[in-house]
């Protein structure tokens, strides 16, 4: 202990190696000596050599391929979403099928993006006819009249002959040969809006495709139906519906959603290396401070 002028006292410090220095306050706390002139490491090498360790080698590789990838991801996924506002534009710009000259059936098959909703002709005789209930046109609530025309080549082609009000009789389809002009149609899937699992009864049709006629017609059936442009009296046509894939869906902001999603998981990657970064450095100086065991 050391004798102060005013006659109090004061506890003496310990000899100060060479080169260390007194600290007056910080992570050390007061008093604490601390190594070198300025109270850390002067060169990179001496905090920073655990970035040269096995284990920051496998973190360093997982950054460097795990950044690519999710940016590659995330242009994917933006190319998609792209591809849908492009196609929903030309759908858009497409004429109805009123407009345009109706072509044979045969040469629009099978149905895809470029064929469906164009005009299709047909020619053959009307048979057996069903209701597809659960079908709205303009916010109300009714059927599509769904009657199978056998073509010439023996195949039967679904038509749609109209929209039905609920509660309302079909018309019967006319009799002997005609030929049919209408929006060409991709088959109904379990996604398609309207459609019905099954529990019908007889005579209706929860869904228009190939494979729910194949149990309940004789005929070999197109895998494609068609709206007609004109109905009858008592029937309202039906506007053909958007391919698959190029309407501005959920699915297709889904894809957008994606985008950012992997954009968000590459800064996370670089996030998370440099906070691993910080701390192992923060470590490593307390560890050169003789800190690392203190609370």
């Known amino acids: 202990m050391a004798t102060t002028p005013g006659g109090g006292f004061r506890p003496s410090l310990p ?3 060479a080169g260390a220095r007194w600290s007056g306050s ?22 920073y050599r655990f970035l040269r360790t096995p284990r920051w080698w496998g973190i360093h590789l997982f950054v460097l391929l795990a950044i690519p990838f999710c940016v590659f991801m995330g242009t994917w996924q933006m190319g998609k979403f792209e591809d849908r506002v492009d196609s929903h534009r030309e759908a858009e710009q497409k004429p ?12 629009l098959l099978p149905v895809d993006k470029e064929t469906s909703g164009r005009a299709a002709k047909a020619r053959g005789r009307y048979g057996k006819q069903f209701l597809v209930p659960g079908r709205e046109l303009d916010g109300r609530s009714g059927a599509y009249v769904l009657t199978l025309l056998r073509t010439d080549g023996g195949r039967s082609l679904p038509v749609v002959r109209g929209w039905l009000p609920a509660g309302a009789e079909a018309p019967a389809p006319p009799s002997g040969e005609v030929t049919v002009v209408g929006a060409l149609q991709a088959s109904e899937n379990q996604g398609t809006k309207g459609v019905t699992a099954g529990g019908l009864p007889e005579g209706q049709l929860g869904m228009i495709s190939a494979a729910s006629l194949v149990n309940v017609v004789d005929d070999e059936v197109y895998d ?7 109905s009858p009296a008592g029937l309202t046509p039906v506007p053909a519906a958007a391919a698959a894939g190029t309407g501005l869906d959920a699915k297709a902001f889904q894809n957008l959603g ?10 996370f990657v670089v996030f998370m290396w440099f906070r691993l970064l910080r701390r192992e450095a923060e470590a490593a100086r307390d560890a050169e401070l003789g800190l690392d065991g203190q609370g």
């Open 15 to 17: 000899a100060r190696p």
């Open 26 to 47: 910080g992570r050390a706390g007061p008093g604490a000596l601390v190594a070198g002139g300025r109270g850390r490491p002067r060169t990179v090498g001496g905090v």
């Open 96 to 107: 109805p099928a009123s407009a345009e000259a109706a072509v044979p059936l045969a040469s």
């Open 224 to 230: 494609a139906w068609v709206t007609l442009s004109a």
């Open 258 to 267: 994606y985008t950012a999603e992997w954009f968000v998981f590459a800064g």
